[in-house]
């Protein structure tokens, strides 16, 4: 299928870990939303694949009971649930049990596109792919999503990349990242490219900082084994982050085609500066929450949530600064931010203006920069932030805030990240996913910390949960005379 509107073949997503969290909590609902309102082809097939022993009712009856609860309930319509349950299908497969894949080659005899998601460890998918190729299940219309993270470092990263490119040619291969999947994270794009006011101001000396906060209130969760091994660097800063920098900072693309974006993106990423030893010892911090308040309740630390080691010194909190070397943004600081255990669920880039040159009013003390806060979750804003005169006699200024609800401009559906990128990979659209090369260059720059951060021997610094991280993370904004954007 190479054409970008409605497939004309029936079409399978065959799930990987199709009993999986990520398939029960994102991936089964995000496709029954699509089916609910009219985006799944009629001839689309969904084929769960486990190591159970199940039927494709066993499996349906299993999707009906665990699926369910992460459905919003005022989309629950009872036809289209059980128009959505019989669309499954279920293979029996062990991945790493190569005579399994016969289950599967014969769920998928039909002609149709295929659509293979890795919803597992990504230690299985160099074994699926292979195996998937050696039956015959890869053609030139099939394509292969693969879930994040894409390897622990760069050398691994590349591992994976080689083995997967044996068997799927790049315009094949899907790299998710969901935040790309975001409204509006890809509104900002809009914003950025679709209006005149913003782009001649948008580089230095014009902008004086730019901050972008990915703050959750959730702790780790159920996910421990996963995130120990892992932690916020390489579990937010090397994919999300990075991406939200990257379209905040490109430079405009010739047009929306996959590849012009994504070069964009990658000079990006390229141009960011190295981080040596002193950097990161100066530059970044690392932060672990410990025991204390979230969400209007006690919360324990981290080191005494379920399957965490006692000893842990693994990250749950980053803050840094990074530099852009391109004519655009030399000089201007970017601090990213993220952790678990904030006060708030908020995600917000801030694009912080420099002051007048001059100005009559400098010395006023309520005088603010300008600033251009977006919000991304949970709640879709922008707001410009601008001084004026505050009503009375004299000439004092007071802020005030143009503020835009994004939820408010339109009646049309949101749909939710998950949504929109699968519904991408049914019509064949790459320019919300990573291109390979992007993805390695996020590794080349993310790796140096992770390894300045093991040979400091420095452990985390911890801060309380349901605070906006250690001190440092505050000293780190004020030695360059700024602070984080901390509003509610
Ligand atoms: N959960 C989440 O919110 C997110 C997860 N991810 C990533 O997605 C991937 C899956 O995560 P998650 O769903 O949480 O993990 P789970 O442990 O819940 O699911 C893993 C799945 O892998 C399958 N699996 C394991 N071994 C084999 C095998 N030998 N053959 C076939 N299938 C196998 C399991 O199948 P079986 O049913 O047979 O046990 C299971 O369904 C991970 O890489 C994770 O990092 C990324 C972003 C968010
Ligand atoms: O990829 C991940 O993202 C989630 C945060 O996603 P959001 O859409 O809820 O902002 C994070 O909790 C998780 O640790 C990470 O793997």
Redesign the pocket.
């Known amino acids: 299928m190479n054409t970008k509107t409605d497939p004309p073949l029936p079409l399978d997503l065959v799930i990987?870990?199709?009993?999986?969290?990520?398939?029960?909590?994102?991936l089964i609902p995000a496709l029954y939303m699509a089916h609910l309102h009219g985006r799944l082809p009629a001839e689309a097939r969904i084929v769960g694949?486990?190591?159970?022993p199940w039927t494709t009712a066993d499996y349906a009856a299993f999707v009906a009971e665990r699926a369910r609860p992460f459905i919003p309930d005022n989309a629950l319509d009872a036809a289209a649930w059980s128009g959505f349950l019989a669309r499954l299908d279920f293979a029996t497969?062990?991945?790493?049990?190569p005579e399994s894949f016969t289950a599967l080659r014969a769920c998928c005899a039909r002609t149709a596109v295929r659509v293979y998601y890795l919803?597992?460890?990504?230690g299985?998918f160099a074994p699926i792919c292979a195996e998937l190729s050696a039956q015959g299940l890869i053609n030139a219309d099939a394509r292969v999503v693969l879930?994040?993270?894409l390897g622990q470092d760069l050398e691994s990263a590349r591992a994976i990349n080689d083995e997967v490119a044996r068997h799927f040619a790049e315009r094949q291969i899907y790299r998710i990242d969901?935040y790309l999947g975001k409204e509006t994270v890809q509104n900002l794009m809009v914003l950025r490219f679709g209006n005149a006011i913003f782009e001649p101001l948008w580089r230095g000396p014009n902008i004086r900082s730019v901050q972008i906060t990915v703050a959750e209130s959730v702790g780790v969760g159920s996910?421990a084994g996963?995130y120990d091994q892992t932690g916020a660097l390489r579990d937010m800063v090397q994919n999300h982050l990075l991406q939200l920098m990257c379209i905040v900072a490109m430079e405009p693309p010739l047009s929306l085609d996959p590849d012009d974006v994504r070069d964009e993106k990658l000079k990006v990423l390229r141009s960011l500066q190295p981080l040596t030893q002193a950097d990161i010892l100066r530059d970044t911090v690392r932060g672990q929450y410990a025991a204390g308040h979230a969400e209007g309740q006690a919360a324990p630390g981290y080191r005494e949530e379920d399957g965490v080691p006692a000893e842990s010194q693994t990250e749950t909190f980053v803050a840094l600064k990074a530099h852009v070397r391109n004519p655009r943004w030399a000089h201007v600081p970017f601090f990213l931010r993220t952790g678990k255990r904030m006060p708030h669920r908020r995600s917000q880039i801030i694009i912080e203006f420099a002051q007048p040159p001059f100005s009559v009013f400098a010395e006023q003390p309520d005088a603010q920069p300008n600033r251009l806060v977006i919000t991304l979750q949970p709640e879709e804003s922008i707001q410009l932030q601008m001084m004026v005169k505050e009503p009375g006699s004299g000439m004092r200024m007071q802020r005030v805030d143009l503020g835009l609800d994004l939820q408010s401009t339109s009646r049309r559906r949101r749909a939710e990240a998950y949504e929109r990128l699968l519904m991408d990979v049914v019509h064949g659209r790459l320019t919300h996913f990573m291109r390979r090369d992007e993805l390695e260059a996020a590794w080349r720059w993310i790796d140096p910390i992770q390894r300045g951060w093991q040979a400091s021997n420095q452990p985390a610094r911890p801060y309380p949960a349901g605070s906006w991280g250690p001190a440092a993370s505050s000293a780190l904004m004020a030695r360059e005379g700024l602070a984080w954007f901390e509003e509610t």
């Open positions: 990987f870990g199709g009993a999986g969290d990520l398939a029960l909590r994102k694949v486990g190591r159970q497969v062990d991945a790493t049990r919803a597992t460890a990504p299985l879930e994040k993270p969901h996910r996963f």
